[in-house]
Nanobody, 128 residues
Framework: QVQLVESGGGLVQAGGSLRLSCAASGRTFSSYAMGWFRQAPGKEREFVARISALINWSGSITSYADSVKGRFTISRDNAKNTVYLQMNSLKAEDTAVYYC?????????????????WGQGTQVAVSS
């Protein structure tokens, strides 16, 4: 069982930055693929970014939704059991509840049904 706790959300002006953190319990965090998703009011939950577990000791593979590519960066610190989402150049349309998710497997995917564990979410509000 993995428990995920997100933090770092808040209110920011358009063009600003936030860094979200997701702390995971458990001793096998390094073997889990991780993802960030978001859900705006009245909309379905959507993929934001994903990061694989270490693959062949060469590092993790990351991928992003087109809407955040070049502005958001996902990273992980396996020693701290934490995954991050650095969000720069924020826009009003980035306003949503952001969720961290863990998948029991090394490869990361973009579908919500690919993940086994979810955090409770953290609110991000961007004012224009």
């Amino acid at each position: 069982q993995v428990q995920l706790v997100e933090s770092g959300g808040g209110l920011v002006q358009a063009g600003g930055s936030l860094r979200l953190s997701c702390a995971a319990s458990g001793r096998t965090f390094s073997s889990y693929a991780m993802g960030w998703f978001r859900q705006a009011p009245g909309k379905e939950r959507e993929f934001v970014a994903r990061i694989s577990a270490l693959i062949n000791w060469s590092g993790s593979i990351t991928s992003y939704a087109d809407s955040v590519k070049g502005r958001f960066t996902i990273s992980r610190d396996n020693a701290k059991n934490t995954v991050y989402l650095q969000m720069n150049s924020l826009k009003a349309e980035d306003t949503a509840v952001y969720y961290c998710a863990a998948r029991n497997g090394r490869r990361a995917y973009s579908g919500i049904y690919d993940y086994d564990y979810w955090g409770q979410g953290t609110q991000v509000a961007v004012s224009s």
